[in-house]
């Protein structure tokens, strides 16, 4: 059974920077794409970031972009979320999710596997 398991998040300040993370655990030997969406109070869930299985190509939503960074480590299916300059617009929770596809990573129907979310609030 795959799971993703989330940590980092929580409350900052506007303008300020946090880092979230997740990896997938279980039995598993599949390299996945893995991304970011999040949903805040009372919308729909949105995509944020999305990076391949070999980490050469990162995708992401015009909203963050310049802001967020989505990287993984090396070789393994682990990714991090770095959000700097953040906004109180930014606020929502944020889920990780992992795929097998190569392709249609910036939609939710691609991936297989979500995260149970993590809350991010920014305060201004």
């Known amino acids: 059974q795959v799971q993703l398991v989330e940590s980092g998040g929580g409350l900052v300040q506007a303008g300020g920077s946090l880092r979230v993370s997740c990896a997938v655990s279980?039995?598993?030997?599949?390299?996945?794409?893995m991304g970011w969406f999040r949903q805040a109070p009372g919308k729909e869930r949105e995509f944020v970031a999305a990076?391949?299985?070999?980490?050469?190509?990162?995708y992401y939503s015009d909203s963050v972009k310049g802001r967020f960074t989505i990287t993984r480590a090396n070789g393994e299916n682990t990714e991090f979320l770095q959000m700097n300059s953040l906004k109180p617009e930014d606020t929502a929770i944020y889920y990780c999710?992992?795929?097998?596809?190569?392709?249609?990573?910036?939609?939710?129907?691609?991936?297989?596997?979500w995260g149970q979310g993590t809350q991010v609030t920014v305060s201004s």
């Open positions: 999710s992992a795929t097998r596809s190569t392709y249609g990573l910036e939609y939710a129907r691609s991936y297989e596997y």
């Open positions: 279980g039995r598993t030997s599949s390299n996945f794409a």
């Open positions: 990076i391949n299985w070999s980490g050469s190509r990162t």
